[in-house]
T-cell receptor, first 115, second 107 residues
Framework: GAVVSQHPSRVICKSGTSVKIECRSL??????MFWYRQFPKQSLMLMAT?????????EQGVEKDKFLINHASLTLSTLTVTSAHPEDSSFYIC???????????FGPGTRLTVL | RKEVEQDPGPFNVPEGATVAFNCTYS??????FFWYRQDCRKEPKLLMS???SGNEDGRFTAQLNRASQYISLLIRDSKLSDSATYLC????????FGAGTRLTVKP
């Protein structure tokens, strides 16, 4: 299957700092990228959908000013968690999709711990 | 009603058993369908696409019934390594995930 990378894989930061997570599609052009969050023993929760060159569409309850998403190219999307707090600690996973009815391919995830 | 609903599980089966998961979706305009598996503390990985005619990949068989808006996954001769959470995914204008069904295969 297609390859999606995510960086960093793990980050520990102090409360109040901002954290940037990168998601790259390595062998295909991703017209759409998705950002998810998953708490332990819970389902994936879609945070936002982004299309290259346009603003992200956020799911209800997700603060767009706190979770900044940039999808500047067909192979790169970034998620910045601004002024992180302990309750933001979670597993953040990106995925990328080529077009139409193609499946999504997921990055390996970023485990964020905010102290 | 949720857009994608799955058997809640968990399923605990012995090695060698046959196990089936079901999934229903609410939007009749859905275009494509997939099964993913997710191991603990890992990202979901595509297991197989689901086609209208049904499709098989080794021990795994997926079926789609558009009239009933129903998808299934059958695992034959289950292995310990099949233990995971299985996610039903439906693509309409975007991808919608079921909550997942946890499978544990025991020796």
């Amino acid at each position: 299957g297609a390859v999606v990378s995510q960086h960093p894989s793990r980050v520990i930061c102090k409360s109040g700092t901002s954290v940037k997570i990168e998601c790259r599609s390595l062998d295909f052009q991703a017209t759409t990228m998705f950002w998810y969050r998953q708490f332990p023993k819970q389902s994936l929760m879609l945070m936002a959908t982004s299309n290259e060159g346009s603003k992200a569409t956020y799911e209800q309850g997700v603060e767009k000013d706190k979770f900044l998403i940039n999808h500047a190219s067909l192979t790169l999307s970034t998620l910045t968690v601004t002024s992180a707090h302990p309750e933001d600690s979670s597993f953040y996973i990106c995925s990328a999709k080529a077009s139409g009815s193609m499946p999504q391919y997921f990055g390996p995830g970023t485990r964020l711990t905010v102290l | 009603r949720k857009e994608v609903e799955q058997d809640p599980g968990p399923f605990n089966v012995p090695e060698g058993a046959t196990v089936a998961f079901n999934c229903t979706y609410s939007n009749s305009a859905s275009q494509s369908f997939f099964w993913y598996r997710q191991d603990c503390r890992k990202e979901p990985k595509l297991l197989m696409s689901v086609y209208s005619s049904g499709n098989e990949d080794g021990r795994f068989t997926a079926q789609l019934n558009r009239a009933s808006q129903y998808i299934s996954l059958l695992i034959r001769d289950s292995k310990l390594s099949d233990s995971a959470t299985y996610l039903c995914v439906v693509n309409t204008n975007d991808m919608r995930f079921g909550a997942g069904t946890r499978l544990t295969v025991k020796p």
